[in-house]
């Protein structure tokens, strides 16, 4: 795992008392370790390990931890979203915890009582947590897919229903992020602040996406419509601002038509994180198919990555960087869309990852290189604030349009380059020019066969590189 920006909550370097980590950096307790989901704040980190239990770390876990250190185990987790103070972690099964990220809360909170597979033996969990998966699910349908906001958490399910609950314990959501109308501390029902409530409104549209920022929500549905609520003032929402009205309730849908004239348009993923929100999407006409990407909500810092500072962007502006792209597939002997593959949005700073063809063929080879061969991952930029070094240019300067990185450890370019003998330095001109992406693929870890794929996370100030099984 590679990481880089703010370091002053000991996150992405959590042996060192540097205040910012400049360019990538190893981060040697996970050397060797596949990881199932990683998510970072200023102040702590937490990540899934190949077994599925928990790793935390960072100052506002622990001050005196140095590594990450595991936390709840037993659960086979799959995925995370962090709010201000709790984790959301989803199971395979379907099941969704929330825990605080605070070591002495966990210590010290009250513990469920935890089942066993031996019949009568009962016993309870070491650390607190809070079970939140909603009650009325119906017959085999599961939670799929959990984000969240600094006060707000959604949960999408296999039947396309989508419940929100609260999922930081300071303060209530109160900008309509939950996206239930009416809903507030005082109007809440009886029992636990933070008990799941189904988005009644979207009933009737199958979502298949989810999106979080702060405080505002994003998702789309099986029909390209795309459906926004929570805070709106920096116009995150895709609607104008309204003083009177800084925030909306209830699911809103898109005008997204209007983004297109004369093809058919349709939104197929959503992607948010601090004020900002993005739009992937496809636009047909004739045989011929278009993929664009939206940027809408606060750019003054380059995160809307359309070239321009903004204080509020309330119309979805195409960003040119992931916009109208087509490559040549040698196998279809075609031109062929670049899509989107996915976009990690931090609090003010994002990257996203093109799904253009890649080949990783020369990986597996043992025979010498020659000109012919080829090796390239799928492309990665990064925009955004750089106030903390999160970007990983070395620089601090913002970007308000997307950029390539070097490569993450240019050492090691250098040394693979050198043992390439002659091809190293047609390498070196090739390859050593900016950090790519390595897609799914099987390779040999500690004597064993394992497909796994590079990731990035955005967090608040900070950036993480890791592989994903």
Request: charged letters at 20%.
């Amino acid at each position: 795992m590679y990481t880089w920006g703010s370091n002053a909550g000991k996150v992405v370097a959590p042996d060192s008392d540097e205040r910012y980590i400049k360019t990538p950096r190893r981060l040697a307790f996970f050397d060797g370790k596949l990881l199932r989901d990683i998510k970072l704040d200023r102040n702590f980190g937490a990540a899934i390990d190949e077994k599925g239990d928990l790793l935390q770390w960072g100052t506002a876990f622990a001050n005196d931890i140095k590594e990450p250190t595991k936390t709840l185990t037993g659960h086979n987790l799959t995925s995370l979203a962090i709010s201000r103070d709790r984790i959301i972690g989803l199971s395979k099964s379907g099941s969704v915890y929330s825990i605080p990220v605070s070591q002495a809360e966990q210590k010290e909170g009250p513990k469920p009582p935890s089942g066993s597979w031996i019949p009568f033996w009962g016993g309870s969990n070491n650390i607190s947590y809070r079970k939140r998966t909603p009650e009325n699910l119906g017959w085999n349908e599961r939670v799929t897919d959990i984000v969240s906001g600094l006060e707000h958490a959604l949960m999408l399910t296999s039947s396309g229903r989508v419940f929100s609950f609260a999922s930081g314990s300071q303060d209530f959501p109160s900008k309509g992020q939950m996206g239930i109308p009416g809903l507030s501390w005082e109007s809440r029902p009886p029992g636990p602040f933070d008990i799941p409530h189904e988005i009644t409104t979207l009933k009737g549209f199958p979502v298949k996406k989810i999106a979080a920022g702060d405080y505002h929500s994003l998702v789309c549905d099986s029909e390209g419509r795309a459906f926004t609520f929570g805070d709106n003032t920096s116009g995150q929402l895709g609607f104008p601002y309204n003083a009177e009205a800084q925030s909306v309730d209830a699911p809103s849908l898109l005008p997204t038509q209007k983004l297109y004239s004369g093809q058919v348009g349709k939104v197929t993923n959503v992607f948010a994180g601090g004020n900002t929100s993005f739009l992937a999407t496809e636009a047909t006409k004739g045989n011929k198919t278009t993929a664009d990407t939206w940027a809408f909500g606060f750019g003054l810092t380059g995160q809307l990555g359309t070239g321009r500072w903004v204080h509020t962007q309330a119309d979805p502006v195409k960003v040119p960087a992931f916009s109208g792209l087509f490559e040549w597939d040698e196998v279809k002997n075609t031109a062929i869309p670049i899509r989107l593959s996915t976009i990690s949005v931090g609090a003010t700073h994002a990257a996203a990852i093109l799904d253009n063809v890649a080949s990783v063929a020369v990986s597996g080879r043992s025979r010498k290189l020659t000109d012919n061969d080829t090796n390239w991952g799928r492309d990665i930029l990064f925009w955004g604030n750089n106030e903390f070094y999160q970007i990983g240019s070395g620089k601090r300067s913002n970007l308000a349009t997307p950029a390539y990185i070097q490569p993450l450890d240019q050492a090691a370019e250098l040394e693979r380059a050198a043992s390439a003998g002659g091809f190293g330095k047609q390498l070196r001109e090739k390859e050593m020019h900016r950090f790519q992406i390595t897609p799914r693929n099987k390779v040999k870890v500690n004597g064993r066969t394992v497909e796994f794929e590079q990731k990035v996370e955005c967090g608040r100030g900070c950036t993480a590189v890791y592989s994903a099984i």
